[in-house]
């Protein structure tokens, strides 16, 4: 059984810090990369990072040196933590579970959690 929960999620204000947290079911974990979209209204859904079973990571530039993914094998869970966020980091989360192709090429299954929800205040 495919599963994604997401959480972690909330206000906060711009300069401030969050970590979501996404539990996958262990048939997912054990074998996929793992990776975190956002999606801000009227936008698309954009990748936000991802990370290989073996902990190889991958960051979109917008968050480059802001934003850390790191997973926890033992209890098959994928973390995002978010520093210094500002109002364009306002979006529904998601995390998902995919294959990484030519060492940063991410190509999710179309599979999605219910999603957290960011907002950054200015």
């Known amino acids: 059984q495919v599963q994604l929960v997401e959480s972690g999620g909330g206000l906060v204000q711009a300069g401030g810090s969050l970590r979501l947290s996404c539990v996958a079911s262990?048939?997912?974990?054990?074998?996929?990369?793992m990776g975190w979209y956002r999606q801000a209204p009227g936008k698309q859904r954009e990748l936000v990072a991802h990370i290989t079973s073996g902990g190889s990571t991958n960051y979109h530039d917008s968050v480059k040196g802001r934003f850390i993914i790191s997973r926890d094998n033992d209890k098959n869970t994928v973390y995002l933590q978010m520093n210094s966020l500002k109002p364009e980091d306002t979006a529904d989360y998601y995390c998902s579970f995919g294959v990484v192709v030519g060492g940063s090429n991410y190509f999710p299954h179309n599979y999605w959690g219910q999603g957290t929800q960011v907002t950054v205040s200015s």
């Open positions: 262990r048939s997912i974990f054990s074998t996929y990369a």
